[in-house]
């Protein structure tokens, strides 16, 4: 029995062994970065925790380049901020004994252009991360410095995330409907998003 295909399923049919060839090849479709390049500024620590800048740094260095987005000194988009507050607080309790803590951190970022504007970064307020603690003093110290790292990295995936989709709004022009939408997802944009193929190395 024979079938014939109208053009529109011929095109659908084409589309779908574009897609099939790529993906046996080894290649895969990536999202283009809204910004290509930048370079990490200042990043202040405004904690009593020492050096939590130098993590948050080097995760986001790691997390933009995981994106598409080069670190580079001489980039024209720079991106600066603070990490404002790091608390630890106990959550659960057994005994009397807290068995159970939770650390939360939360900054501020954002990314000033090749012209001078500043794009305020909203991201999420902030980041909880929880871990068990018992009266070893020791291992209290190392879970809660692990939890930390871990709620950094967490933090630096978002501003990372920002930057690369460029979600960001002018100082005192930032209106939260624009910088996420109201399910919580993505923002519409009308805009259509651009994709590039890259050969992956085995």
Do not use: W
């Amino acid at each position: 029995m024979l079938y014939r295909l109208n053009n529109g399923s011929a095109a659908v049919a084409l589309a779908l062994l574009c897609v099939v060839l790529i993906t046996a090849c080894g290649y895969s479709l990536r999202r283009v970065p809204a910004i290509n390049e930048i370079r990490i500024g200042k990043i202040k620590n405004l904690t009593f925790e020492p050096a939590l800048q130098d993590t948050f740094i080097l995760a986001l260095e790691q997390e933009l380049t995981r994106l598409g987005v080069r670190v580079d000194r001489s980039a024209g988009h720079v991106v600066e901020g603070k990490i404002s507050q790091v608390k630890v607080k106990g959550t659960v309790e057994d005994n009397d004994v807290i068995v159970q803590y939770e650390v939360s951190i939360s900054g501020d970022f954002r990314v000033v252009t090749p012209e001078g504007k500043t794009l305020n970064l909203k991201g999420r307020d902030n980041f909880i991360v929880t871990f068990s603690g018992n009266n070893d003093l020791s291992r209290l110290m190392s879970s809660k410095e692990g939890a930390i790292e871990k709620a950094l990295i967490n933090l630096a995936t978002d501003i990372a995330s920002d930057i690369a989709a460029n979600r960001g709004a002018p100082d005192e022009e930032a209106p939260t409907d624009v910088l996420n939408s109201p399910d919580g997802g993505e923002p519409e944009s009308d805009v259509k998003p651009e994709v590039e193929i890259r050969r992956e190395v085995p």
